[in-house]
């Protein structure tokens, strides 16, 4: 890559924590407080689960910044040219398809609000929010497949607005509505344990941390990929997780358009939660719809048909209450993303040694790298808990239910571990085919 490509450690922090600010982060921090966590298991749960993450994606995206690769390529030298297509091109889909129709679906409850409060109602029924949720899905969905100029200035617009709304709603909690009284008496008597906490916090920007490479890659050297890895998560992760569990604390609930509603926040609140959720979610859309692309073997040209099926699917979910399985959808994402983040450390920097002339992308699939991520994704799920989302499958097989330690690191380790024993054993474990030069 050449020099005039890199970028300064300040500004790829900002990419980093541009994508903390955001109504999803909110949601995970009064998930935190629903489950009974302490504030001391609160803030510990957020630093160790961002602690982890950014161990992972600096790994990730120091390699990134050797090669100059994204990580679709990046992947190719543990994974094999077709492993890291269809490995990475499922993930993306699940993820950017379930976080389509949470997102959606927080939109069009804020939005029922909105109008219910307008029209003097004490709140919006289930119809309301339903077809606010399915409207909303398909505006998110139009601007994803149409495009949208006026797109990127929303942005500029959604993200200050939704950091003042926060500020506004957490002061107004605590000031009006005898917030400090709550949080002072706030002692749940059952906690889900940090272990919980943790994993809901890694769930929260597993995927991000994984694709770090797209962004860490135009970093000047390794010293910056941390410096901007750092900064850029762990602060704005804080305050936005925290500032949704002291909400949450205050008003009962971590339904993020209920507790705005109820702490008072102008009807602006609520404008400002629906364009945040639209500038994010037409992201989503159209990743997930370029994931499906190159999962069925489309070329870009067809992008509009993919994101269209991507974004219909996650309005779908929305409209069938996906946002009542929020939690199981998080469990979900912190069992099968990290163990991804394993193998693609394993290769290249335990096989590897850490070296750009000893990095070698390959083609096809790599049995070594498929059998360590489907192993460390199953240990993640089976040890985090991600099962008891199906209670009939755990009744019929309780082995499914092991709580051990935290599923996101069992996952990472074993899918580590495992490469580096496959790597030797199988013929196409070692690297073999082009290396790739900085």
């Known amino acids: ?94 993820a950017c398809v379930g976080w389509f129709g949470i997102q959606s679906a927080t939109c069009g409850q804020a939005f029922a609000s909105m109008i219910a409060n307008m029209l003097g109602y004490a709140s919006a029924s289930n119809a309301m929010v339903v077809v606010s949720s399915l409207v909303w899905g398909v505006i998110m969905l139009i601007t994803a497949c149409a495009g949208f100029k006026g797109l990127k200035w929303l942005n500029y617009l959604a993200v200050p607005l939704l950091v003042i709304v926060c500020l506004y709603g957490l002061i107004s909690g605590l000031i009006q ?44 050297n390794r010293g910056d990929v941390v410096k901007s890895s750092i900064v850029g998560v762990i602060p704005a992760g804080l305050f936005m997780l925290l500032t949704g569990a002291l909400m949450s604390i205050v008003t009962g609930q971590y339904d993020i358009s209920a507790i705005l509603a109820s702490l008072g926040v102008p009807v602006l609140g609520l404008i400002a939660l629906v364009l945040a959720t639209w500038t994010t979610n037409v992201t989503n859309a159209y990743s997930g719809g ?33 946002l009542n399985a929020f939690q199981g959808f998080l469990s979900l994402m912190s069992a099968l993303i990290p163990p991804l983040a394993g193998v693609i450390i394993a290769g290249y920097w335990v096989v590897g040694r850490g070296r750009v002339d000893r990095f070698q992308r390959r083609d096809g699939i790599s049995a070594a790298g498929l059998i360590a991520f489907l192993v460390g994704a199953l240990v993640a799920c089976i040890t985090g808990g991600t099962f008891t989302n199906f209670p009939a499958l755990v009744a019929a097989a309780p082995w499914l239910n092991t709580p051990f330690f935290v599923g996101p690191v069992n996952g990472i380790v074993v899918s580590l571990v495992l490469y580096v024993v496959l790597a030797k054993l199988l013929p196409d474990g070692a690297p073999a085919g082009q290396t790739v030069k900085a």
């Open 290 to 322: 370029l994931a499906l692309s190159n999962l069925l073997g489309f070329d870009e040209s067809r992008f509009k048909l993919t994101t269209g099926i991507a974004g219909g699917i996650g309005t779908l979910l929305a409209a069938f209450g996906l």
């Open 177 to 220: 509505h005898d917030g400090s009284q709550a949080l002072a008496a706030y002692a749940p008597v059952q906690s889900a344990g940090m272990v919980f906490g943790i994993s809901m916090v890694v769930a929260s920007f597993a995927l991000g941390g994984v694709i770090s490479a797209d962004y860490c890659r135009f970093a000047k």
């Open 1 to 94: 890559m050449r020099s005039d490509q890199r970028q300064s450690w300040l500004s790829i922090a900002m990419v980093w924590a541009g994508g903390m600010i955001c109504v999803p982060c909110l949601m995970v921090g009064g998930v935190l407080s629903g489950g009974g966590l302490s504030m001391f298991q609160i803030v510990a749960s957020i630093l160790i689960g961002y602690g982890l993450i950014c161990a992972y994606m600096i790994f990730i995206g120091m390699a990134a910044c050797d090669t100059g690769l994204p990580v679709s390529v990046l992947a190719e030298g543990a994974l094999g040219r077709q492993g890291a297509r269809y490995i990475i091109s499922v993930l993306l889909a699940i």
